[in-house]
């Protein structure tokens, strides 16, 4: 039986909490080709992930209206007032781990009436209307994994949560999960939990790390009601010969 007493979920925003991931989808629409070169050269250590982040909206050319008028057509991801339901009734806090920017996580909530706590880069306008980026500066120069500056480290947040104390329940879909489930594999403690679907789903099943496959947020918080169900069982008792 778990004794943990604090818990926590640490959710991804982009393509996890909203329906389809904001940047991504901008791109796609709108510059396939180039952002396809972007990317690529940052999976190749070419470009860090903020100057890709600084090239893909410079590519895209969009202001703030525009920006905004896509951000009323991205809707939350299915399962997760239910997510959010049952981490309130189990206990977990829920906190928002975003490699994304703060501006539309803000926003798409908003809609809805929600205000979450979360780590994310920023995402201002200029007057023109025109983005400005402020990206979290937690990485670390001599990880060497991407080219650095990262637009934040996730594995760097989860650290400081678990170094806190909190057992943690971490939820992605993407690339910019793949250092959290590196270091979920190496470092996780008891009780931790990784779920993943699409992209990270695979990578994990590739590396062969202990994933929770999920479809709809909804699984996810279908799985916790149940472990937590198993986890107020007693012990079962030693057999005696
Ligand atoms: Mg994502």
Known sequence: MLTLARQVILCDFDGTISAFDVTNTLCRLHIPKRWAELEQAWLAREISATECYEQEYEA???????????????????????????????GWEFHILSAGFDYYIERLLGR???RLPYTANRLSFDAAGKPVFAFLQNYDLQCGRYKAPCAGCKPATWREWKGRGYRVAYIGDGTTDFCLADAFAAERGEGDLLFAKET??????????????????????????QLAAQEMLPPAPACRP
């Open 60 to 90: 895209l050319g969009l202001r703030k209206e525009e920006i905004d008028a896509f951000l009323e057509q991205v809707p939350l991801a299915e399962g997760f007032f239910e997510l959010l339901e049952v981490a309130k009734e189990l």
């Open 112 to 114: 809805h009436g929600l």
């Open 200 to 225: 990270l789903l695979r990578y994990c099943q590739e590396k062969r790390i202990p994933v929770h496959p999920y479809r709809s947020l909804a699984d996810v918080a279908e799985h916790l009601r």
